[in-house]
């Protein structure tokens, strides 16, 4: 058995897979169709319903091409990823980001909030693309914020918030088309001490809740508040490990 085999064996089997790599590559090819890049060599992890697990790796590890492949942002050149259940590698483009809106909720250094919208009206966006009438978008946009705990802010703009309160906001729409897990890019990069610390207290919180929460970080400190790391080097997975 492998260092990282013997790190994971002891996890709780009985939960659910929501997002399983299998044997996953993926390279980037030149215009003349020459290899240019293989980002990706044979990735196999599997993360499971309710797991808090935190992707690093120095530059050119693969880990930024691993999290693009697990939010269907990007498709493996070869292998399987399964993502709550169902093979999503070939599915149609316009199949795959339905899926992807309904599966996956996204936060990302940047906050890419909407300036000319209301906070409430940031949050409801997502819901627009799944067909939910304008009354029910903003009910469970302003539940969404009240979990946040910016209910007392829903007609305020962006520009009116601090940088953590907009990152709340982001949070608040990651969770609005209640996805069965939630990846977080760097979510604290743009934050001060103070407030970064507050919105990892956050993602505690969500995660004691049952939330499944994928964040890739380069900072230790972030990882450090994650229940599981995953670290990559040169396209593989070189360390695997629960921390309690």
Do not use: W
Not at 2 to 17: E, F, K, L, N, V
Not at 70 to 77: H, Q
Not at 120 to 131: I, S
Not at 180 to 187: I, N
């Amino acid at each position: 058995m492998t260092q990282a085999a013997h790190d994971i064996a002891g996890r709780d089997s009985a939960a659910a897979p929501v997002a399983e790599l299998r044997q996953v590559r993926k390279a980037y090819f030149k215009p003349d169709g020459s290899l240019m890049v293989e980002a990706l060599k044979g990735v196999d992890v599997t993360i499971r319903q309710g797991e808090y697990v935190a992707i690093m790796g120095s530059s050119g590890s693969g880990k930024s091409t691993l999290m693009n492949v697990l939010g269907c942002l990007d498709r493996p050149t070869s292998g399987q990823y399964l993502l709550d259940g169902k093979s999503v590698g070939d599915m149609p483009d316009a199949e795959l980001s339905h899926y992807r809106g309904r599966k996956i909720g996204f936060v990302f250094q940047a906050f890419n909030l909407i300036p000319e919208l209301t906070i409430d009206q940031n949050v409801a966006v997502p819901l627009f693309y799944q067909r939910l009438d304008k009354r029910e978008r903003l009910d469970r946009a302003r539940e969404m914020l009240g979990v946040v705990g910016l209910s007392g802010r829903l007609d305020h703009r962006p520009r009116e918030l601090s940088g953590g309160q907009q990152q709340r906001v982001a949070i608040a729409r990651a969770l609005v088309t209640r996805p069965v897990v939630l990846m977080a890019d760097e979510p604290t990069g743009n934050l001060d001490s103070a407030t970064g610390s507050a919105i990892l207290d956050l993602f505690e919180r969500l995660h004691a809740e049952g939330m499944t929460i994928i964040m890739v970080t380069h900072d230790n400190s972030v990882a450090d508040r994650c229940r599981r790391i995953v670290r990559l080097k040169d396209g593989v997975v070189e360390f695997d490990k629960r921390l309690r």
